[in-house]
Structure formats: C-alpha cells, structure tokens
C-alpha cells in the first residue's frame, strides 16, 4: 500500500479557501463544507479524508462568508474590567473556553472609549452578542442610546442604585452575605476594623462592601476607617498600594483587621504590612475579595471573598445561546452568590 501523500499548500500567498481543500481531497466544495461541520451524508472515508487535509492546511472557516450564508458571525464580544487586574484575566479566560466548545470567536473590547466601541460594533453587525463583565455603566449607557436591545448578557456586582432602561438578560453576584460573614470574623477577634479601597470614588459610592461595612460597623457601636490609598483606579499597582499603605501604617494607629476592595490590594496591603515588621494573622488579619488564585500562594495562605466566576461565565455564555436561539424569551435572570474562605490570615 502506497503512503498516504501530504497534501501540498498552494503556492499563492492568500488565505486558504474551501476550494483549496476541496481541490486537494478531489471532492465538491459543498462536501467539504458538510464534512466539516458534520453535516450531510459524506462517507467516514471521505470526511477523515477532508479533516486530515483542513488541518494540514490549517484551514480556517471565512466568517465573512459564513455569515452572509447564515446571518451569524459567529464572534460575541466581551467587555470587562482592566486585563492588568487578575481577576478579569481569569474571567476571559474562563470565557473564551466556553465560546471555543461552541465554535465562537471572542472579541475582546476594553479601551478608553469602550461604550462607543460597543455601540459601533454591534451597529456594523460585528458580532452576534455580547457578554458585559462588571461594565454595568457600558451596558447602561448602550441601552439608554440604542433603540434595539442586542443579545445581550450581564453578568457581575449589581450595586444597588444599578437600574437599566429595558429588559436585558443579567447574573447578579451577590457579595452581601460573604462580606458579612468576614466582617463578622473580623468584628468577633480584633479591636479595630478597617476597610481599604483604591480612591475616594470608591468609599463614597453606593457599592455593597463599603456599605456593608459601615452598617456593620455602626450596628457593632465600632467607628468605621475607611482607608483611602490614593492610587486611582488601577488597582494592579501593587507597588502603589505597598507605598501608600506603609505611609499610611507609619502615622497613624495599625488596625488588626483588615478588609481590602480587592485581592489585587490586598497583596500588595499584605507587602506593607510585612515591611513593617507586622504579623499575619497575629497582628493583623487580613482579608480580600474576588478569589484569585495567587492568595493561596502567600505564606501565610490569604483569606478572601471568592465569586463564583466559572459558574458566572458558563451560565452567561448558557443565557446568550439561549437568545441567540430565540430572541422572543423571556428575560433571563439568575443570582450566584459569594462565598468567604478564611484561610490562614484569619484567626481561627
């Protein structure tokens, strides 16, 4: 038996077409189309034959054509919080393996004008949805100026005052009950109780930690500390929050409880406190939120406020197949709550 022949590239510099790999398996381009989406009656031969080919060729779908053909461009855009913040990584990350089981392409929007950029691809018909990540105010603004509401999922914090003006399929993560848990943790073992966030924006906005603290604080007869570190709102600056929180700890009296805006922070609230000569959770306990994977990694292992983000991005990416399937559903609404995992920071 003769070997199998490797199939050649063509020799022109353009894109490889289905007529390319229907030329080389010597077959209509209509069966190779079928063989590849497992369509259509092709023999097993034929359709490993033309799989082996697509591949060697490393054969790549037109999504042009195929949405003239089918109307869907098979991308759904994502818009999220900053990537230099680990969190959002992880979450685009957890989405894209949810669109790629599907045979989706992600488009990725963040940049300074990201609701305009929104606004504009969906009115080019660039995508087929969108999944908002914590971009409530992007959202917000896209269903106050556009007439039709896209297929359209949001998934995160709803802060209380985050109201839309038309219906839009939403996944709440609810932090309420997890916050109160570490608060509660924190008010049962230590003298004092602080809260620390990036800015002022976020200690004067209505925003559940914040909030959450300073209810509990008062309802304890305790004087709420909010500590603002002043270092805007990227809060992957690390090296900002270490600086800013040993200036802070080096004028003022050192609370043995900590709760941070986020993991990000309290990392780098964690090197401070360590510069300074101060023990975890001895002197001071020290709590996050978000769940990344780095606070497992401290010695000691960091407690912190974790959202179910794998959960979130396959039921998001579940709620926007759902509508793509049919636009006339009902609004889809579910609500995955938080959990706090203490961890070796925390005094047991």
Same mark, same amino acid.
Request: charged share 25%.
């Given at each position: 038996m003769?070997?199998i022949?490797?199939p050649?590239r063509?020799r022109?510099?353009?894109? #490889?077409?289905?007529?390319?790999v229907?030329?080389l398996a010597?077959v209509?381009?209509?069966?190779?189309?079928n063989?590849?989406?497992?369509? =259509?009656?092709?023999?097993d031969?034929?359709r490993?034959?033309?799989?082996?080919?697509?591949?060697?060729?490393?054969?790549?779908?037109?999504?042009?054509?195929?949405?003239?053909?089918t =109307?869907?461009?098979?991308?759904?855009? #994502?818009?999220?919080?900053?990537m230099?913040?680990h969190?959002?990584a992880?979450i685009?990350?957890l989405l894209?393996?949810?669109?790629?089981?599907?045979?989706y392409?992600?488009?990725?929007?963040?940049?300074r004008?990201?609701?305009q950029d929104l606004?504009?691809?969906?009115?080019n018909?660039?995508v087929? =949805?969108?999944?908002?990540i914590d971009?409530?105010?992007?959202?917000?603004?896209?269903?106050?100026?556009s007439?039709?509401?896209?297929?359209?999922?949001?998934?995160g914090v709803?802060?209380?005052?985050?109201v839309?003006t038309r219906?839009?399929d939403?996944?709440?993560?609810?932090?309420g009950?997890?916050?109160?848990e570490?608060?509660?943790k924190?008010?049962?073992?230590? %003298?004092r109780?602080?809260?620390?966030?990036?800015?002022d924006i976020?200690?004067?906005v209505n %925003?559940?930690?914040?909030?959450?603290y300073?209810?509990?604080m008062?309802?304890?007869?305790?004087?709420?500390e909010?500590?603002?570190?002043?270092i805007?709102?990227?809060?992957s600056?690390?090296?900002l929050?270490?600086?800013?929180?040993?200036?802070?700890l080096?004028?003022?009296p050192?609370?043995?409880?900590?709760l941070?805006?986020?993991?990000e922070m309290?990392?780098g609230v964690?090197?401070a406190?360590?510069?300074?000569?101060?023990?975890i959770?001895?002197?001071v306990?020290?709590?996050?939120?978000d769940g #990344?994977?780095?606070?497992?990694?401290?010695?000691?292992?960091?407690?912190?406020?974790?959202?179910?983000?794998?959960?979130?991005?396959?039921l998001?990416?579940q709620f926007l197949?759902?509508?793509?399937?049919?636009?006339?559903?009902?609004?889809?609404?579910?609500?995955?709550?938080?959990r706090f995992?203490?961890r070796?920071?925390?005094?047991?």
């Open positions: 003769n070997p022949e490797k050649r063509p022109d510099d353009g894109a #490889i077409t289905l007529q390319h229907a030329d010597g209509h381009p209509m069966t190779v189309s063989a590849l989406k497992g369509t =259509g009656r092709v023999s031969i034929t490993e034959k033309i799989q082996r080919i697509a591949r060697e060729l490393d054969y790549r779908p037109n999504m042009a054509a195929r949405a003239l053909v =109307g869907r461009t098979g991308s759904v855009a #994502i818009s999220t919080g900053p230099s913040e969190f959002y992880h685009l990350h894209e393996a949810e669109l790629k089981t599907s045979d392409k992600m488009l990725f929007l963040r940049s004008e990201i609701g606004s504009s691809t969906l009115r018909n660039s087929d =949805g969108v999944i908002a971009s409530f105010p992007d959202l917000r603004e896209l269903t106050r100026v007439s039709k509401i896209p297929c359209c999922v949001y998934a709803f802060d209380p005052n985050d839309i219906p839009v939403h996944i709440k993560v609810d932090l009950d997890a916050v109160r570490a608060i509660d924190l008010l049962s073992t230590c %003298e109780v602080a809260y620390v966030v990036s800015n976020m200690s004067d %925003e559940v930690r914040v909030n959450v300073r209810e509990m008062v309802a304890a007869g305790r004087t709420p909010v500590i603002k570190l002043g805007g709102g990227d809060t600056r690390r090296d929050t270490r600086r800013n929180m040993v200036e802070y080096k004028t003022n050192v609370p043995d409880g900590l941070c805006q986020n993991d309290a990392i964690y090197r406190l360590r510069d300074l000569g101060l023990r959770p001895d002197d306990q020290l709590i996050g939120c #990344i994977k780095d606070m497992e990694y401290f010695d000691p292992a960091l407690g912190s406020i974790v959202q179910p983000s794998e959960e979130m991005c396959a998001a990416w197949q759902r509508r793509l399937a049919n636009p006339e559903l009902p609004v889809q609404e579910a609500t995955l709550s938080a995992v203490p070796d920071s925390v005094k047991r």
